[in-house]
């Protein structure tokens, strides 16, 4: 068992607050994604957790038991880094048995251990290679063999950014080894993993903790962070996004007739827009808007409340000519650009509203054919369901700057 | 107007002992985004080296406009360079960032002005020129290096892994910047890349490389629909990799490949080149597998499915990741191979739970199979 509980962690480097007030609960058995940007914290939090550095203020609980005192070799946990740090000189089996070394275990015992983990890491009968010899993806399950020559007790493998160093096709594959492997039912391992990649959050995790600045933003399931963001920056990190300023309306029976177009099935998205209410907004586009906001977040609103409207560009839709149909969400504007991108198209549609002019991102997917029809220069409508709208109170254009300027 | 040929180029190392580039042939048309891609070691970097004249070839030739440029130095090449790590000088305010190149090559002021005031306002960073670069997080100092170079001039610009540098979510809306930027100022840029993704994503034209050859150049679309080695179609994007032997060949030019260990019977391709019995790969991408209840009424719909493979396979698990969901099937036969759908598809499969699997017999390429096909896909 290995329940981990952070209380009001605090860490400075200096002028730098690097940790700022973490609280947080792991569970056992779940595997765990800290994501965020560079800088935001995420490594010192899993040193915390190591032992590796020690917090200035707060709590570190293993299974309710305070651990802050306890060097990173008795907290009992696998760590596994970016680069592997496997000994060049080496042969696998010298590699993951080092720690047994170390720790004075006898000879028939290590290899009884290592056989173990071999196993599990479909290596058994490679014993002799060397790093040189081995693929990206045989290091890295050596690595993570070594790691798990220490969970002799508790079953918590930390992973700092394991998959960063390799070549994108492999790395997909092995966030795949990665999840089985955790999740097999000899392992049924507890892992902390962070990245700064969303995609790779959203292959593995159970939950994702989002970080920025050294604060915990959101904790939650894939599902939550992706459709029911906390605010922009959230929203903003987990893909490519188009968002619309405008001021809050009261409830206009219009609204009531947007379609729901999506997701009839999808028994998680359908829990999450039950949190969620429809929210009717003035863009200063022909017709009103509307889109969802969570529950909690979104108690005392008032009529004209300045409002931001995000629709991810995978959820904004497109089809040829101008009939604008007053039901939808939707935009009239001319395809500027067009590009192949793999799994989907990406088109750049320039739109005018209150007499400016946006760009409005949309992708579709390539393999259904219909992107022949959209061209550069085409005239075409954009709209989305409002199932797929985001609504957050204005920030302010400050905050709006800062999340998505690139500067 | 620049076009950029490399005529047999090959590059060796150490005496002859490394062979870096292996007697490669290309052509950059003027105004082309071209990507050089391959995985760490492929040659890509030597290449773009040799096309900057960083590196004299050891054998062939490299023209441009048509002139051999043997023994021109890099300054004199036409060429803006931009690097990984920004190169830009810390200790000089934004504005002489740019300008100094510019004042190296003895312009007249007003010139430089005016040249430094495009360059600026084309990146939007003109508001910062009396800054150092210090205020600037890394897309900032991209930005400034863009400048810097499009300043001096250059038709061409020459950029080594330009986006690397950047946090992944920055630099997958950057990238679509610095694309619209170099197409709007319709100049000829070679970037070299080991990132699949942000080649595909922003590359008129993309030359895979690997182990010092060219593997296959063309248009994203054309490499993506049409890789002509198992190397490329899973380099770029994510496919399946079946394996079986040629059953039958038929007589209206497909063939019946049968996948190992007893697994489903799959009419396909083209059968030039291919003999009866022979081991092939079959290949087909992750968003080419069509999913159905494994009673859906085909004979009701309208669709027309006489083009389409179909065969059963049982649904292991399923995982949603934002634009896409994946579905890890598995064959009765032992092999696994993935669907991706978009996010918000509508998912009413049950774990353990048998499916309808249609391809497209168009979607599916046949490779000749290699001897260690894992090994093959390591990308080594």
Known sequence: MVNIELKNVDKSFRDLRALDKINLRIKDKEYFIILGPTGAGKTTLLKVIAGLVKQDKGKILFDGK???????????????????????????YD???????????NPKQTKKIVDQVLMMTLLTGRNDSLPEEMSGGMKQRVALCRALMNLEQSKLLILDEPLKALDAGLRMSLRRELLLMAKSSQLQLTVIHITNEEEEAMMLADRIAVMNEGKIIQVGTPYEIYYQPRNLFVANFMSEIN??????????PEIWNIHKESNKGDKLFSEIQEKSIAVPIDIGASSIFAGYANKNLFKKIQQNEDLLLIVRSNHMKIRLGNRIDQKKNALFGKIIRRKFMGVFYRFEVLVNINDSDKNIIVTIPA???????FREGIKVTVYFPKELGIIFKHPGKEVIREVLKLE | MPNIELRNVTKTFDEGKVLAVDDISLQISDGDYVFLLGPSGCGKTTTLRIIAGLEEPTKGEVL????????IPPEDRDMGFIFQNFEIFQNMTV????TFGLEMRGFEESYIIKKAEEALSIVDLLKYSEEFPSIFGNPGLQKLGIARAIATGAKILIMDEPLGSLDPKVSKVFRHELRNLIKDLGLTAIHVTHNQEEALAIADKIIVMRAGK????????NLYEKPESIFTANFLGETNFLQGFILKLLEDNKMVVWIRLGGPKITCGNNDGFNLDDNVIIA?????????????????????????EFFEAKLESSRFIGATKRFYLKLDSGDSFVSIKPGYYEENYSVGEYLKIAIHRKDIHIFNAPDDLEKELSLM
């Open chain 1, 367 to 373: 393999s259904t054919e219909i992107h022949n029809k």
């Open chain 2, 95 to 98: 504005w002489e960032n740019v």
């Open chain 2, 64 to 71: 441009i406009d048509g002139k051999n440029v043997k023994g």
């Open chain 1, 66 to 92: 305070d651990v802050s005192e306890l060097t990173p070799a008795e907290r009992n946990l696998g760590f596994m880094f970016e680069n592997y740090a496997l000994f060049p000189h080496m042969n696998i």
């Open chain 2, 214 to 221: 060219i593997l296959q150049m063309g248009s994203p679309y």
């Open chain 1, 243 to 252: 968002y619309f300023e405008g001021k809050y309306i009261h409830e206009s």
């Open chain 1, 95 to 105: 590699n993951i048995a080092y720690s047994s070394r170390v720790h004075a275990r």
């Open chain 2, 284 to 308: 087909f991408r992750y968003e080419d597998v069509y999913l159905f209840p494994r009673n859906y009424p085909f004979e009701k719909s309208q669709y027309d499915w006489k083009d389409m």
